[in-house]
């Protein structure tokens, strides 16, 4: 009988034995798999290296550049050279082309007579007076007069009236740089001229007028245009 209680009390230890160890077993097998698990987890999830960003055509980092890919094709021809092709650019052109380009009203490449323009720069403002042939104050034909001596060497006469019996007349369609204009300014004979001037270009002209001295002025003004009695263009010019 006692061998036999004994026979028992081994089989129970050996039985809790073998339990106690199977959970130990089981345990580890499942820690092992957890490990797994996070291991085939982690493998799948895409790793980022802090600071890099990723664009189409380029690897650029938050600080440097480090490769970029450009399919464009890129132009490697010159550009013209306004002077050696012989086209003409603002970046050519001096101040007084650009300050009557803007007063004229046309491209600075229109204004070649350099000479003119220097001629009325040195004139403008001068203040109108009859009579008077100065820098300090001249009227209208004295301008002209001057003006046509120093660009053209042609002696024009002295008043309006004579420059007009002088020239040439041509209506106003035909009018080139250079030319004279006429115009009938007072209540006096309407055939009579009172005011000459130096065409320009589009429908401008310079002249010395009573009201602002040397200027620039347009033909189509509606004070100009009913007064205007042709043009004129002296043969050697």
Same mark, same amino acid.
């Given at each position: 009988?006692?061998?036999?209680? /004994?026979?028992?009390?081994? /089989? /129970? =230890?050996?039985?809790?034995?073998?339990?106690?160890? &199977?959970?130990?077993?089981?345990?580890?097998?499942?820690?092992?798999?957890?490990?797994? #698990?996070?291991?085939?987890?982690?493998?799948?999830?895409?790793?980022?290296?802090?600071?890099?960003? $990723?664009?189409? +055509?380029?690897?650029?980092?938050?600080?440097?550049?480090?490769?970029?890919?450009?399919? #464009?094709?890129?132009?490697?021809?010159? *550009?013209?050279? *306004? $002077?050696?092709? +012989?086209?003409?650019?603002?970046?050519?052109?001096?101040?007084?082309?650009?300050?009557?380009?803007?007063?004229?009203?046309? *491209?600075?490449?229109?204004?070649? #007579?350099?000479?003119?323009?220097?001629?009325?720069?040195?004139?403008? !403002?001068?203040?109108?007076?009859?009579?008077?042939?100065?820098?300090?104050?001249?009227?209208?034909?004295?301008?002209?007069?001057?003006?046509?001596?120093?660009?053209?060497?042609? #002696?024009?006469?002295?008043?309006?009236?004579?420059? %007009?019996?002088?020239?040439?007349?041509? +209506?106003?369609?035909?009018?080139?740089?250079?030319?004279? =204009? &006429? &115009?009938?300014?007072?209540?006096?004979?309407?055939?009579?001229?009172?005011? =000459?001037?130096? %065409? /320009?270009?589009?429908?401008?002209?310079?002249?010395?007028?009573?009201? !602002?001295? $040397?200027?620039?002025?347009?033909?189509?003004?509606? %004070?100009?245009? *009913?007064? &205007?009695?042709?043009? +004129?263009?002296?043969?050697?010019?």
């Amino acid at each position: 009988m006692k061998q036999f209680q /004994l026979f028992i009390y081994i /089989l /129970l =230890v050996l039985t809790f034995s073998s339990c106690r160890s &199977f959970r130990q077993l089981t345990a580890k097998d499942h820690t092992s798999s957890t490990v797994a #698990n996070k291991k085939l987890k982690s493998s799948k999830e895409p790793q980022f290296i802090e600071g890099i960003e $990723v664009t189409p +055509g380029s690897t650029m980092s938050s600080k440097h550049k480090t490769s970029t890919t450009n399919t #464009n094709k890129t132009n490697t021809s010159k *550009p013209n050279n *306004p $002077v050696s092709s +012989g086209l003409f650019s603002t970046e050519n052109a001096s101040y007084l082309q650009l300050k009557f380009s803007v007063l004229v009203g046309v *491209p600075v490449s229109q204004l070649e #007579n350099i000479s003119l323009l220097e001629q009325m720069d040195k004139w403008w !403002g001068t203040r109108y007076c009859m009579g008077g042939t100065t820098e300090n104050c001249l009227d209208c034909s004295a301008f002209t007069q001057i003006l046509y001596r120093d660009l053209y060497s042609i #002696n024009l006469p002295r008043t309006a009236q004579e420059q %007009y019996q002088a020239s040439d007349i041509i +209506g106003i369609d035909d009018l080139l740089e250079g030319d004279l =204009v &006429f &115009f009938h300014t007072t209540g006096r004979s309407r055939r009579s001229i009172t005011h =000459v001037g130096i %065409y /320009l270009q589009n429908s401008k002209f310079v002249h010395a007028a009573t009201s !602002g001295g $040397v200027m620039i002025s347009d033909l189509k003004e509606t %004070y100009w245009s *009913p007064k &205007f009695r042709g043009g +004129g263009r002296m043969k050697q010019h």
